[in-house]
C-alpha cells in the first residue's frame, strides 16, 4: 500500500500546454511538499503545506500554483509551460513541518 | 555560498569496504538531519534520521553529526553492490515557518564494485 502516490508518472507535453500532477498519501501526516529536481540530481523545494496552509513558498514563478483540497492531497498545476520546466517533480510528506519527509516515486515532466 | 555541501563523486569502492559519506552546513539553526538513499528513477527513500548531535546505528549503517563542525557522516559496513544508488543529505530547523524546510546536499553517487 503506497504512501505517497503521484501521478502520473511521466508527462509529456508541448510548450504553452497547462498540465496538472496529483499527490496523495495516507501515512496521516499533516506536512505535504512539491520537489523540483533537476539534470544533475539536485532536490529544491517549490512550496509546502501544513494541514492546507500555504507555509513554504520558494522563488517559483507563477505559474506553478498548489493547490491542497485536504491535508492528505496536494496537487501542482502548471500553466504555460516552458522548456525549462522539464524536470522530475516530487512529492513528500512529514508529520510536522520540516521533520523526517517521505517521498512519492516523481512525475517525469518533459515539455517538448 | 550554499546552506548545504555535499561531495558528488562519484566515489566508488569494493564490495565489503566500509563507506563514509560527508556533508557540511553552514546554518547553525538546523536541528534535524536525514540521510536519504535514491535509485536511479526512483524517489528518494528515508535511510536514517537524527535529531541534534550524536551517533545513531541502524544495521549497516551510522549517521553522526556533529553540531560543533557543523559536520554530518553516513557510514556503510560491509557494502554491498545493492548499495550503489545516489545518497543525499538533509536537514532542517526545528519550528512552524519556513525557515524549517528541508535543504537537501547535492548527493553522492556511490558506487560497489563486486
Known amino acids: 500500500d503506497t504512501a505517497v502516490s503521484q501521478t502520473p508518472k511521466y508527462l509529456v507535453t508541448q510548450m504553452g500546454n497547462d498540465k496538472s500532477i496529483k499527490c496523495e498519501q495516507n501515512?496521516?501526516?499533516?506536512?505535504m511538499y512539491w520537489y523540483k529536481q533537476d539534470s544533475k540530481k539536485f532536490l529544491k523545494i517549490m512550496f509546502s503545506?501544513?494541514?492546507?496552509?500555504?507555509?513554504i513558498n520558494e522563488t517559483v514563478p507563477n505559474r506553478f500554483s498548489p493547490k491542497s483540497p485536504d491535508k492528505a492531497h496536494l496537487n501542482l498545476h502548471i500553466n504555460s509551460l516552458e522548456l525549462g520546466d522539464s524536470a522530475v517533480y516530487f512529492c513528500?510528506?512529514?508529520?510536522?513541518?520540516?521533520?523526517?519527509?517521505?517521498f512519492g516515486q516523481g512525475t517525469r515532466l518533459t515539455v517538448v | 555560498q550554499k546552506e548545504v555541501e555535499q561531495d558528488p563523486g562519484p566515489l566508488s569502492v569494493p564490495e565489503g569496504a566500509i563507506v563514509s559519506l560527508n556533508c557540511t552546513y553552514s546554518?547553525?539553526?538546523?536541528?534535524?538531519f536525514m540521510w536519504y538513499r535514491q535509485y536511479s528513477r526512483k524517489g528518494p527513500e528515508l535511510l536514517m534520521y537524527?535529531?541534534?548531535?550524536g551517533n545513531k546505528e541502524d544495521g549497516r549503517f551510522t549517521a553522526q553529526v556533529d553540531k560543533s563542525s557543523k559536520y554530518i557522516s553516513l557510514f556503510i559496513r560491509d557494502s554491498q553492490p545493492s548499495d550503489s544508488a545516489t545518497y543525499l543529505c538533509?536537514?532542517?530547523?526545528?519550528?512552524?515557518?519556513?525557515?524549517?524546510?528541508?535543504?537537501f546536499g547535492s548527493g553522492t553517487r556511490l558506487s560497489i564494485r563486486p
Open positions: 538533509a536537514m532542517s530547523a526545528k519550528g512552524y515557518s519556513s525557515a524549517s524546510k528541508i535543504i
Open positions: 501515512l496521516g501526516h499533516d506536512t
Open positions: 513528500a510528506s512529514s508529520q510536522a513541518i520540516g521533520g523526517e519527509a517521505f
Open positions: 503545506y501544513n494541514n492546507k496552509e500555504l507555509i
Open positions: 546554518n547553525s539553526a538546523f536541528q534535524y
Open positions: 537524527t535529531y541534534s548531535s
